[in-house]
């Protein structure tokens, strides 16, 4: 694997859906460019910052006062209270063995080996070589994009406490077809249209919630019957 083909693209899918979550796609980004670049001790840096990030981020979803000043492990622990790794017992603790396993290595590495976890004299060789830093990188990216995307898949209304407008498309089609929505004319050539959905979301997000919920109640009642 070389170093200009690197890529992250199991998490590149993964937050494809959520393009509003920016910091989340510029650190996967910057780990991409740090790795195109040979820096094997910024690399293991921020592999490291990168599962951190996503997993403040499922945290914070899931979350109404999130405490995300916790050590990077006793995260990875909250992740697993909110995300079902499987179905099936015996399948989610053996997954959740080897998913522990890549954030221990990661984390031990980064602060025997990584750039910003302590300073060297001037002639200081680090000894972790772009191959390693690529292997331990590919359990990262499998890492990452397998938590975000089972959150994504599990996230329900009434636990999901940083709604995203285009977290549910379905609910919003909905009310849209409703209620009327609204046109601001700016000048005669500046038109600028809001659906229902929109204003309730951007106005009253409390309302926009308790709606959603009881939507989603009902197809569920629905899909019983």
């Known amino acids: 694997m070389s170093n200009d083909t690197f890529r992250l693209r199991?998490?590149?899918?993964?937050?494809?859906?959520?393009d509003t979550a920016t910091h989340l796609i510029e650190q996967k980004e910057r780990l991409e460019s740090a790795i195109q670049e040979g820096d094997s001790s910024l690399s293991i840096d921020l592999s490291k910052a990168f599962l951190e990030s996503v997993f403040k981020t499922i945290i914070s979803d899931r979350e109404e006062t999130p405490n995300l000043g916790k050590d990077f492990y006793p995260l990875f622990n909250?992740?697993?209270?909110?995300?079902?790794?499987?179905k099936n017992d015996d399948i989610s603790q053996k997954v959740s063995r080897l998913a522990g396993s890549i954030v221990n290595v990661t984390n031990e590495l980064r602060n025997r080996y990584g750039a910003a976890s302590h300073g060297d004299?001037?002639?200081?060789?680090?000894?972790?070589?772009?191959?390693?830093?690529?292997?331990?990188?590919?359990?990262v990216d499998g890492l990452a994009?397998?938590?975000?995307?089972?959150?994504?898949?599990?996230?329900?209304?009434?636990?999901?406490h940083r709604i995203q407008y285009d977290d549910y498309p379905d609910f919003n089609d909905w009310l849209d077809g409703q209620f009327d929505g609204f046109s601001l004319k700016l000048s005669e050539k500046i038109n600028i249209e809001y659906t229902a959905?929109?204003?309730?979301?951007?106005?009253d997000p409390s309302g926009y919630r308790e709606m959603l919920i009881q939507f989603t109640s009902t197809e569920e009642e629905d899909d019983d019957e």
């Open 197 to 203: 959905s929109q204003m309730l979301f951007s106005q």
């Open 121 to 139: 004299d001037g002639y200081h060789e680090n000894p972790l070589r772009m191959a390693e830093v690529e292997f331990v990188l590919s359990s």
């Open 10 to 18: 199991l998490s590149t899918r993964a937050v494809a859906e959520t």
């Open 78 to 86: 909250d992740v697993k209270q909110h995300v079902p790794f499987s």
């Open 145 to 160: 994009a397998f938590l975000y995307k089972k959150h994504r898949e599990t996230l329900e209304p009434d636990t999901h």
